[in-house]
Nanobody, 128 residues
Framework: QLQLVESGGGLVQPGGSLRLSCVAS????????IAWFRQAPGKDREGVAC????????GYSDSVRGRFTISRDNAKNTVTLQMESLKPEDTGAYYC?????????????????????WGQGIQVNVSS
């Protein structure tokens, strides 16, 4: 019943923009910190961004800070990742995740938080 469904991925040129969305269902959305992870080819999954329960604070990995913006709309059970100035190294599968412990500091590390639910992932390809 619990679902996290990503959308908005695709192919984009370096320097371009892309907007990912995640729609949640089956739980009380506003009670959870939500985050995005990604997995590049041949690499482990890494945390990208997190957002607090009511969207009043957010954290980012060092590699995306200043380029990506996470937001949420609790009325629509939706979290969004706006990606700007995309680089080839941003290529990978992006996952929307629910955190079980409600943590969201200013920095998101490779193994951020305590995820207890994952979306299926959506592909982002940054290439010329």
């Amino acid at each position: 019943q619990l679902q996290l469904v990503e959308s908005g991925g695709g192919l984009v040129q370096p320097g371009g923009s892309l907007r990912l969305s995640c729609v949640a269902s089956g739980f009380n959305f506003k009670d959870y910190v939500i985050a995005w992870f990604r997995q590049a080819p041949g690499k482990d999954r890494e945390g990208v961004a997190c957002i607090s329960h009511y969207g009043d604070s957010a954290g980012y990995s060092d590699s995306v800070r200043g380029r990506f913006t996470i937001s949420r709309d609790n009325a629509k059970n939706t979290v969004t990742l706006q990606m700007e100035s995309l680089k080839p190294e941003d290529t990978g599968a992006y996952y929307c995740v629910r955190d079980s412990k409600g943590r969201c500091g200013w920095r998101v590390g490779p193994r951020w938080g305590s995820p207890d639910a994952w979306g299926q992932g959506i592909q982002v390809n940054v290439s010329s």
